[in-house]
C-alpha cells in the first residue's frame, strides 16, 4: 500500500499563491505517477495536474493551465503543486493520487491510492 498525506490548503484572497504538499510513504516503488484532483461543493472529482514519478512528465487541465505548476522530489517521496493567480472557482478540496501504470491521467479510476484531501478556499 501507498499512504498519502496532503498539506498546504488554507484561505486565501483571489490572485494569491498557495504550494499544496503530498507526502508518500509505504511502497512508494510502486508509484508511475502522482496526480492532484479537486472536488468543489456539489461538483464531480476533477483532475488538476499529473507528473510521472521517474521522468517528470506532467499534464494539466486546461483550467489551470499557466497557472499551476506540479513538480516531485523523490528523496522526499512528495509532490507538490504550486497554484497562483488563484481564482474562486479554484475553491475546492484537492487531493493527491498515486497510479501504478502508465496510461491516461485524467481519470479517477487511473489511480489507486488516494490521500484524505486538503481544504483550499479563494475568496473574491
Known amino acids: 500500500q501507498v499512504q498519502l498525506v496532503e498539506s498546504g490548503g488554507g484561505l486565501v484572497q483571489a490572485g494569491d499563491s498557495l504550494r499544496l504538499s503530498c507526502v508518500a510513504s509505504?511502497?512508494?516503488?510502486?508509484?508511475?505517477?502522482m496526480g492532484w484532483f479537486r472536488q468543489a461543493p456539489g461538483k464531480e472529482r476533477d483532475f488538476a495536474a499529473a507528473i510521472t514519478w521517474r521522468g517528470g512528465s506532467t499534464s494539466y487541465a486546461d483550467s489551470v493551465k499557466g497557472r499551476f505548476t506540479i513538480s516531485r522530489d523523490i528523496p522526499k517521496n512528495t509532490v507538490y503543486l504550486q497554484m497562483n493567480s488563484l481564482k474562486p472557482e479554484d475553491t475546492a478540496v484537492y487531493y493527491c493520487a498515486t497510479k501504478d501504470l502508465s496510461g491516461g491521467f485524467k481519470r479517477e479510476n487511473e489511480y489507486r491510492y488516494w490521500g484524505q484531501g486538503t481544504q483550499v478556499t479563494v475568496s473574491s
Open positions: 509505504g511502497r512508494t516503488f510502486s508509484i508511475y505517477a
